[in-house]
């Protein structure tokens, strides 16, 4: 494993981190019991209100949560540069973004444009505090690299996502529109999935791919060139949306530029995991490569849509592979990646080093594997359900089971941490 570019003297205590991670698992849960809310299929439709509840709570709930709460560890250890105010940042994004999370899933299930007016300040809240945050803590960096470079674009992407979210919000709860609500919601989209969730992996990638998959450095000819050019390709969408035709020349280069990158940085990453030096099969891994293997479909049938048959759902079957095939994959092999090296390390970087877990004892292999297996059935069943009702019934309760695995491996983690740290402690002072 290759830590010794980190700044692990920089580290904010491990509760930081883990409190985020341990919520996200609650809103994979409540997903799949909003999907079971509706009498018809929810994926026959995209503006459905349980279809935009469960997106959101798997967006803002699950991802939103797991990127912030990552960010706390990676800027002050990767990239050596800790937030200021981090506890208090970290509280007030926490607890912030959750409240948000509930109430905006929750306004648009039930029709209560109540709830949607409480929702978008707290939101508001939450993103500024860590936009402002990250920002500061990049811009004052002393690393100049490619993963800051990524991460920096990223936060740029988000708080373009968040300014379009939040008149979204204000005017569904309003009943009007600033603008064609239809064209916000697709930027929306763009600079949230394809800026801040697609850039922050990119830039994470160069570093957990090499460091916990034994694989080679990402070439650097892509590292210094990817996350521009993927920025540059989300804003000419942005752009060629609101001031040229649908149609226009523009419009389509701009889209098929970001899915040749998308699609380069998946081939790439399978390429450099086909060439680790450690073939012991991995579930992790598998997490990773599935979500890979999607992003690279994705932009292949982005890309192929305007030749193939005219077939209704092509679009929201896109996007449901980049979002549980590619950001969720990846997002879960992270996770039970960094859990355990985080809990390993900050055990280990205490004055005893004997008697802490090995990191494959900490969350338990074989439930691993049962998740990646279930998260394979509920993206197979995702891609299905548009043109079959009853698939929507397995993707909810594919959601369900995967919130329920997810939160017993993170709490096992927690739990072997706590008593580890217990029994360490009595052992380093028998007498108490």
């Known amino acids: ?115 949607l007016k409480l929702a978008w300040p707290l939101l508001l809240l939450a993103f500024l505090t860590f936009i402002g945050a990250s920002l500061t803590s990049l811009l004052r960096a002393p690393a100049r690299n490619p993963t800051r470079s990524a991460l920096l674009l990223s936060i740029l992407a988000l708080a373009g996502a968040v300014v379009l979210g ?46 916990f998959q034994l694989t080679p450095d990402y070439p650097k000819w892509l590292t210094a060139t990817l996350a521009p050019a993927i920025f540059g390709a989300l804003l000419l969408n942005v752009l060629a949306l609101f001031y040229q035709p649908e149609s226009s020349w523009l419009s389509v280069v701009a889209a098929d530029l970001f899915c040749v990158l998308a699609g380069s940085f998946a081939m790439t990453t399978l390429d450099l995991q086909s060439k680790r030096r450690r073939r012991v099969a991995d579930a992790t891994l598998g997490f990773f ?33 980049f979002l549980l095939g590619f950001a969720m994959s990846v997002m879960h092999g992270m996770l039970y990646k960094i859990v355990p090296f985080l809990i390993w390390f900050h055990l280990f970087r205490g004055s005893v080093k004997t008697g802490v877990p090995n990191m494959k004892e900490i969350i338990p292999e074989p439930w691993m594997w049962r998740h990646l297996w279930l998260h394979r059935c509920t993206l197979l069943a995702a891609l299905l359900a548009p043109w079959w009702g009853a698939a929507a019934w397995l993707v909810a309760l594919g959601l369900l089971l995967q919130g329920v695995l997810l939160g017993y491996a993170l709490l096992t983690a927690i739990s072997v941490y706590r008593r580890t740290l217990v029994r360490l402690e009595r052992n380093s002072n028998p007498d108490t």
């Open 289 to 321: 490569r599935l979500g890979m293997t999607a992003l690279f479909s994705a932009a292949l049938l982005a890309i192929a849509m305007p030749m193939l048959p005219a077939i209704e759902h092509y679009e929201m079957l896109v996007a449901v592979i």
């Open 166 to 211: 939040v008149l979204l919000a204000r005017g569904y709860a309003s009943g009007t529109a600033l603008f064609d609500a239809r064209k916000l919601a697709t930027a929306h989209i763009l600079l949230m999935l394809g800026g801040w969730v697609m850039l922050l992996i990119v830039g994470v990638s160069y570093q957990v791919v090499p460091m």
């Open 1 to 115: 494993m290759k830590t010794v570019s980190l700044n692990t003297e920089q580290a904010p205590p491990i509760s930081v981190p883990l409190r985020f991670f341990a919520v996200a698992p609650l809103f994979l849960l409540l997903s799949g019991l909003v999907l079971l809310s509706g009498t018809d299929n929810p994926f026959s439709d995209p503006r459905t209100p349980a279809l935009l509840a469960a997106t959101h709570c798997i967006t803002l709930g699950f991802m939103a949560i797991i990127m912030v709460g990552a960010m706390q560890q990676i800027l002050p250890v990767v990239i050596g540069s800790p937030m200021p105010a981090s506890g208090l940042t970290a509280w007030i994004s926490f607890l912030s973004l959750i409240s948000g999370a509930l109430l905006l899933p929750a306004g648009f299930v039930l029709g209560q444009p109540s709830l």
